[in-house]
């Protein structure tokens, strides 16, 4: 069932978003500014003002430059990835379909379309040299 | 759903055509690799052929019934000023690395090149800008505007090898990005007011209940977001720089792109509103008028947009025109001139938009003035960005050649190159709008239009900024055609491409020769602009000067959520 | 595309004519003649894509000349096709503004011809001498081939599509169009070497003179609609013969037909260089002399008798002939005035065009006096015998390196290829002078004869301009042949011009232009110093030598080509031929011979009185005496004092070296009327004085007030634009984060705005 239309005057049933938004923002800023006057404030010391990094030392700088590969292969795997989060709900969905009409079909050529543009973008990551590993 | 496909060839011919170019132009052999360009314009033709055949049914079934004939006339539009744009872009990319790899320097390495991309996005753009005169939806429309913005950043930032390019396509994809996020807010309370994401839903809706203030805050942000796309008033910012950044081919597509979306996106709000409002309507809503209605009014009251929607439009339209023009007078870079002028036309068709369809003849449809003055600008603009494309300067130390951008390097340009000299004369007159030519044509329903719907101050704000344009335009005109060279040696020099030359004549020519056989395409666009309004239909609104009582609704008539059936 | 755009403009909307042409005889018909524009706007296509297309030939020239022929076979066969009455050939709907569905409510304006004998008349010697004078400018120009040929052409062949619409328009419109057209040609060909400040000056002379004279005639026509409600000549003229205008109210005696006639003739006056306006004309002798000949003589300048003519129904109309009285007043007088300016200057293309000014005042002399077939005689026959001597004239100053003084110039007809010239020139000068047998006598005849027929109650005192046209035939005889005297007969001696064309082309020696040899002898100028020292170099170059070779001598004579022959040669056999036409038995008239037969059919027909009164013999019988008797003794005048001595000068003369004759001993004697007579009556300096430096001031004031007052208010609002930009300008500052903010602000502001204050 689709929602009603709201009217100028429904303004107001927008306001349980808008209280959480105020209590999302709130309850990160007390925390902020409670734990600036609760908290006791000692610094000192050359590892205590050192990056956070799993408990080990930081090696080198921050700004390290990748091998453009590694962003390379992450936008393949999101290709794959997209592809399994959309065919997951259209999977479960499928079979609930109302037999007996030909919209099974039309949404197996959907997914097929789809398919196939998930075949095209592959083709191109292999053309572009993606997968060559050099 | 499934009929749906048959208006949308035109869009999966594009789209096919992507898939194969987007391999092709990876390929090993250099031959292939040329037929990139080739099989981009042949899928083109092929689109514009497939919707030239488009017959529209009248009824849901070819999706928004409000302006039922805008697919075929709006894509054929696409599809023929895409081919000219597709001439200009030879050469835009992999220029140094072909040429390398010819003199046998390099070897081919699909990873620096660029050349299936940039034709794939070229055609994902146009792509998508079909798919907005194709929506009826609001989700539909929003993803073909973003289908249609997204390729377009990142042709900015690849169109030349200068970090100039880059931080114009990075400044592009933020603004255009925070532009979708407010015309996203705009369609997220439209549904919120109307309760449909259809447009045909929302029509009904506001046809039978009136414009609340939900829908109205949803519309005027969804305008605001949609002023980004055409460049206009508040949100034009971006124009100068990202157009300045561009290579000048990409400037041209940049100013004809997004901005017939744009458009077309607005008229299609804008129908969905309706033109037959009350302009002293009382109460919290703007409650629609039959036409019986206000003939019993015996024209007490004019009909127009309601009137918050109207005073924004008029705003916005006499600020944009006359922002985009003044700060054009100041430039020197014939880039920015142009740029600036391109957010002094937007302002000129919200004119014509706010105008309305008035009784639908082409001298009074706004909306006819819209979609013809959509190809005049398409054209005018193309042989003006053209002229900068078919010349260069020398060639910096990594062989990108220098880009021609002050209107001193254009310079007694009918010395060295008459015809571009020409070229640039003929464009700039028909944007200028001088009588004989196309521009003149595609801008008198403007100004008649606006006439017609009674905004006359609007229409002399029109009138003065069309003056105040002529300033730079001729400016142009006498660097080109008048002035004597430039003393330094030969700033310009011309490009190997030839079809950019090409694209230039014929966009020239097209100024000329429209002028005077263009009639049919007058025809067209009037047909294009028919407008259907339910409004005539709709029972006649709740007595004038009632106040609303919240909870009075109806069920909603005409509920059509996607995928449904 | 304009179907469209006229929807556009509700104003401009297509309408049917108001006034189908009804009534009358004309039928449709003489579609023939569409070839005649479109043939002319051929050639002119073509010689202006010459230029860009780098044609350096003559080929623009011959094609010019084809394209003109053809025009004229066209002209020719519609003729011989035309029996009587009036044919419309319809092109296109020209113009039409509508405003009503009443009578006088739509102003149309069609591309149609009103083909009669009068347009025909016309036609038959614009296109044959536009045909002739283009093949010799064909060689004339030669000098020039390339742009300027490209550029010269045009304008000829534009000039004769303009005329064409003139003379051939079947309303006043389309008339004025080519009114207009033929100005502009006038206008580019006699500023055509514009690198002369003297033919620039002259050009816009020219126009700004016309322009005067124009706005009568725009008066004229808008009076015209207002009293008639159409512009087209068949309803108008059914209206006319009714004696009626569109209300139905007779005309006769009222304003109609004495405001239009006087307006229309204040445009023709304009055109045809009459009083007042006339001092154009001298100047535009600055042109190419074929422009002169063709132009300034034979063609646009009688654009301003065809008007009368054409319209002469209306002024026949008129109870007491007002209108006709005063053009024959102006015409008696411009042609004697002039006359007298010809007899004194040495200049002898300007005493050809000073001529012409005379004739022309004999034209509407004769249309003043009710004698309109003798104005047409004598325009056709004028156009003839003048475009000869033009022709022979150009012919002398392109061999002599532009050389017009008189006094510079001797027996150039005896010089080796000079022969054709001069018979040429002796030819025109015959029928100039009105010697008994030529056409040139017995059309000014007819105009005489007229006049002192004409009785005094229709036109005021017609004896009396017969009087001034009679004296002005003997001056006329005088000046002609003083000319033909001192140039072509004689001692060979000359003294070549110092024309451009002749230095850039090497064939001028160093050292003997006038103005070096002035230099060289440390005198001005001036006519008067000139004279006197001439003598001294006539004699010094050739005195008393018969066998005078020039190719000996530091200048070469360059003698006339085949093209400027031809062109002489037929011209010259023209203008002797026309005489016959006087004998040609037509059934339609009873005098006047063919061109009396084309008159009649014609509306310019009128039956004019044929009232004896002198000495009991017929008017023309004793006119044939009398201006024979005049004419003869103009020339034996002019051989007395002018002429050398013998043969040549028929035994009458005395003149042995280039620069004495017996005038110029008589001259002094004369005094001040001599000298004023040279300076052309300071015509020009009264027109400076009282006109052009008057006007020049106020527009001196006007130019301040508009430098100061409205550019100042221009300048603030063109300004304006601009400091608003520089305003806005740093909003541009290329930072991402500003845009991004003034977006969001942007968004921001105007919504609450929208919501707030607008709700």
Request: charged share 15%; proline share 6%.
């Amino acid at each position: 069932m689709h929602p009603g239309p709201l009217a100028a005057s429904d303004l107001a049933s927008y306001l349980p978003v808008g209280l959480i938004l105020l209590m999302a923002v709130g309850f990160a800023a007390a925390n902020i500014f409670l734990s600036r006057i609760i908290g006791p404030s000692r610094p000192g010391g050359v590892v205590k003002g050192q990056t956070y990094e799993s408990g080990m030392n930081p090696v080198g700088t921050a700004r390290k430059r990748f091998n453009v590969r590694f962003y390379l292969i992450a936008m393949v795997f999101l290709v794959f990835d997209v592809e399994i989060v959309f065919l997951y709900p259209w999977a479960a969905t499928f079979p609930n379909l109302s037999p007996g009409t030909d919209e099974g079909l039309v949404w197996l050529g959907r997914i097929f379309f789809f398919l196939f543009t998930t075949v095209v973008a592959y083709l191109y990551g292999f053309r572009k040299g993606v997968f060559k590993f050099d | 759903m499934i009929d749906r496909i048959e208006f949308l060839w035109p869009e999966i011919a594009l789209f096919v055509t992507t898939c194969v170019v987007m391999v092709l132009g990876l390929s090993r052999r250099i031959e292939s690799r040329r037929m990139t360009a080739l099989v981009t314009g042949l899928g083109l033709i092929i689109a514009g052929v497939l919707a030239a055949r488009t017959t529209p049914i009248p009824g849901p079934r070819s999706g928004q019934v409000l302006l039922p004939e805008l697919i075929p006339y709006a894509k054929v539009l696409i599809a023929s000023v895409g081919s000219l744009l597709l001439l200009l872009q030879a050469g835009t990319v992999d220029r140094a690395e072909e040429a390398a790899i010819a003199a046998g320097q390099r070897p081919y390495d699909p990873l620096r090149t660029n050349r299936a991309e940039y034709y794939a996005f070229f055609l994902f753009s146009l792509t998508g800008l079909m798919l907005c005169a194709s929506a009826d939806d609001l989700i539909w429309l929003f993803l073909a505007l973003e289908l249609t913005s997204l390729p377009t950043y990142i042709m900015v930032a690849m169109s030349t090898g200068r970090a100039r390019s880059r931080e114009a396509g990075v400044k592009y994809f933020f603004l255009g990005a925070l532009g979708a996020a407010v015309f996203l807010y705009g369609f997220a309370l439209i549904y919120g007011g109307t309760g449909s994401t259809n447009l045909n839903a929302i029509h009904a809706h506001l046809a039978a209940h009136g414009l609340n203030l939900t829908a109205l805050a949803g519309f005027i942000l969804a305008f605001l977001g949609l002023c980004f796309k055409i460049a206009a008033v508040p949100m034009h910012f971006y124009a100068a720089d990202v157009y300045q950044g561009a290579a000048p081919q990409v400037s041209a597509f940049l100013a004809f792109v997004p901005k017939a979306a744009g458009f077309i996106s607005i008229l299609l709000l804008t129908a969905t509103i309706g033109w037959s409002y009350a302009a002293d309507a009382q109460g919290p809503l703007y409650t629609p008028i039959t036409q019986s209605a206000y003939d019993a009014l015996e024209g007490a009251v004019s009909m127009g947009l309601p009137e918050p929607i109207r005073v924004f439009l008029w705003v916005i339209a006499a600020l944009t025109m006359t922002v985009g023009n003044v700060l054009a007078i100041l430039q020197k870079s014939v880039k920015r001139i142009l740029a600036y002028s391109s957010i002094a036309h937007s302002g000129y068709m919200l004119v014509a938009v706010l105008a309305g369809p008035n009784n639908g003849t082409f001298s009074q449809s706004g909306l006819a003035a819209v979609l013809f003055y959509l190809l005049v600008y398409g054209v005018g603009n193309l042989g003006a960005f053209a002229v900068l494309a078919c010349l260069e300067g020398r060639p910096d130390a990594d062989g990108e050649p220098a880009e021609i951008e002050d209107v001193d390097d254009i310079r007694g340009l009918w010395k060295t190159r008459p015809l571009l000299a020409w070229v640039m004369t003929l464009s700039c007159l028909g944007l200028m709008g001088l009588p004989p030519l196309l521009g003149f044509f595609g801008k008198l329903p403007l100004f008649t239009s606006g006439l017609a719907a009674g905004e006359i101050v609007l229409v002399v704000i029109l009138g003065l900024n069309s003056a105040v344009a002529a300033y730079y335009y001729l400016r142009l005109i006498k660097a080109s055609l008048i002035d004597p060279p430039s003393d330094a040696d030969l700033p310009a020099t011309p490009t190997p491409f030839a079809t950019r030359t090409l694209a230039g004549v014929l966009s020239a020519a097209g100024v000329v020769v429209l002028a005077f056989v263009g009639g049919g395409l007058m025809d067209r666009s009037e047909r294009a602009a028919r407008y259907t309004s339910m409004m005539a239909v709709a029972p006649p609104p709740p007595p004038r000067k009632t106040p609303y009582v919240p909870g009075d609704d109806t069920p909603f008539p005409l509920p059509i959520p996607i995928g449904a059936r | 595309m304009l179907h469209q755009a006229l929807h556009l403009l509700p104003t401009l909307a297509a309408a049917p004519p108001a006034h189908a042409d009804s009534g009358a005889a004309a039928t449709p018909g003489g579609q023939l003649l569409m070839l005649v524009p479109a043939l002319c706007v051929l050639a002119a296509l073509f010689s202006a894509l010459s230029g860009p297309l780098k044609i350096r030939s003559k080929i623009p020239g011959y094609f010019s000349v084809a394209c003109l022929a053809g025009a004229f076979v066209a002209v020719l066969l519609t003729y011989l096709g035309h029996e009587s009455g009036v044919k419309i050939a319809h092109g296109f709907e020209w113009i039409t503004f509508k405003w009503g569905d009443g009578p006088g409510q739509a102003l149309t304006g069609n591309f149609a011809f009103y083909v009669d004998s009068l347009t025909l008349l016309w036609m038959l010697f614009v296109t044959g001498l536009g045909a002739l004078i283009a093949l010799y400018s064909v060689e004339y120009m030669a000098d020039d081939v390339g742009l300027g040929y490209a550029r010269y052409f045009f304008a000829f062949n534009i000039f004769v599509l303009s005329m064409s619409c003139l003379v051939m328009a079947d309303n006043l419109l389309l008339l004025f169009l080519g009114w207009e057209g033929v100005g502009l040609c006038s206008y580019l060909l006699i500023g055509y070497f514009y690198k002369k400040p003297v033919a620039v000056a002259a050009a816009k002379k020219a126009f700004i003179v016309n322009r005067i004279g124009d706005l009568g005639l725009v008066l004229g026509l808008l009076a015209t609609f207002v009293a008639f409600g159409t512009l087209g000549y068949d309803p108008l003229f059914a209206m006319i013969r009714a004696g009626v205008d569109a209300k139905g109210a007779p005309i006769a005696d009222s304003w109609v037909t004495d405001v239009i006639p006087l307006l229309l003739m204040a445009g023709a006056f304009g055109k045809s260089a009459q009083v007042f306006f006339y001092v154009w004309l001298p100047d535009a002798m600055e042109g190419p002399t074929p422009v002169s000949a063709l132009i300034h003589a034979a063609t646009m300048v009688t654009a301003g008798v065809f008007l009368i003519a054409r319209m002469y129904p209306l002024y026949a109309a008129d109870d007491d002939h007002m209108a006709l009285s005063l053009v024959a007043w102006c015409g008696a007088i411009t042609a004697l005035w002039s006359a007298t300016i010809g007899m004194s200057i040495f200049d002898i293309k300007r005493v050809m065009g000073y001529s012409t000014i005379s004739q022309l005042g004999y034209m509407f002399a004769g249309l003043g006096l009710l004698a309109p077939t003798g104005a047409a005689f004598h325009t056709l026959t004028h156009a003839f015998f003048k475009a000869t001597l033009f022709l022979a004239v150009g012919a002398v100053m392109h061999g002599f390196g532009g050389q017009l003084d008189l006094r510079r110039l001797s027996g150039v007809a005896r010089m080796r290829g000079f022969g054709i010239v001069g018979l040429a020139m002796l030819v025109g000068s015959l029928n100039l002078s009105g010697v008994p047998g030529t056409a040139g006598f017995f059309s000014k005849d007819m105009i005489l004869a007229q006049g002192f027929s004409t009785p005094a109650s229709m036109i005021e005192a017609p004896q009396a301009i017969a009087w001034v046209l009679l004296l002005t035939a003997g001056l006329t005889a005088y000046y002609t042949f003083r000319a033909f005297f001192r140039v072509f007969t004689g001692p060979v001696e000359y003294l070549p011009g110092d024309d451009e064309h002749l230095l850039e082309h090497g064939r001028h020696p160093k050292g003997t232009t006038l103005a070096e040899w002035h230099k060289q002898h440390g005198h001005g100028h001036g006519h008067d110093h000139a004279h006197t020292e001439l003598t001294g170099v006539a004699a010094r170059r050739a005195h008393g030598r018969k066998d005078f070779d020039p190719t000996t001598e530091e200048f070469d004579p360059h003698p006339p080509g085949w093209a400027i022959n031809a062109s002489l040669v037929i011209c010259a056999l023209l203008a002797i031929a026309a005489a016959a036409l006087y004998f040609v038995k037509t059934p339609h008239a009873e005098e006047g011979g063919w061109v009396g037969g084309m008159i009649e059919r014609s509306s310019a027909a009128f039956h004019s009185p044929h009232e004896f009164n002198l000495l009991g013999i017929t008017s023309h019988s004793a006119m044939y005496l009398v201006s024979a008797l005049v004419g003869l003794t103009g020339i034996a005048v002019a051989a007395f004092l002018h002429a050398p001595k013998g043969w040549q000068g028929l035994f009458l003369g005395s003149r042995d070296t280039a620069a004495t004759s017996r005038a110029d001993a008589l001259t002094p004697r004369l005094g001040r009327v001599a000298r004023w007579a040279r300076a052309k009556w300071y015509v020009d300096e009264l027109y400076d004085w009282f006109l052009v430096k008057p006007l020049r001031g106020i527009a001196y004031v006007s130019s301040w007030i508009d430098k100061l007052l409205v550019d100042g208010l221009v300048d603030a609002a063109g300004a304006l634009p601009a400091r608003v930009g520089r305003v806005l300008r740093p909003s541009q500052s290329g930072v991402l984060h500003g845009y991004a903010a003034g977006m969001a602000g942007g968004v921001a502001l105007v919504l609450l705005l929208v919501l707030i204050v607008l709700n």
